[in-house]
């Protein structure tokens, strides 16, 4: 993918907001057409990537949520060291 370029917080940030709404809103399609292969192999594709770019900003930057904190490169906690999306410069998320 051409997406291997080093992304900055925000962008990275972005992505996962975006790649986060589709999870969501293809999982609630789930729930009434389980059947759907094409929606299923969707899920599939974008949880795979929301996975990734969790992990990968969790080793650059700290984990955005607990379930993510194992992710990250650090040898202390970094789950409550780091400033919030929301403290962030320039108005986070």
């Not at 907001?17 to 057409?33: G, K, P």
């Not at 970094?78 to 320039?90: A, K, L, M, T, V």
Request: negative net charge; glycine residues 4%; aromatic residues 12%.
């Amino acid at each position: 993918m051409a997406e291997k370029q080093c992304l900055s917080r925000s962008q990275l940030l972005q992505q996962i907001n975006e790649v986060s709404f589709a999870v969501n809103d293809i999982h609630l399609y789930l729930d009434t057409h389980p059947c759907d292969q094409a929606a299923l192999s969707y899920f599939f594709q974008n949880n795979s990537r929301r996975r990734q770019l969790m992990e990968e900003y969790a080793r650059a930057y700290g984990p955005l949520t607990i379930a993510d904190a194992a992710d990250s490169d650090s040898s202390s906690w970094q789950w409550s060291e780091q400033p919030f999306p929301w403290e962030q410069e320039g108005g986070g998320c």
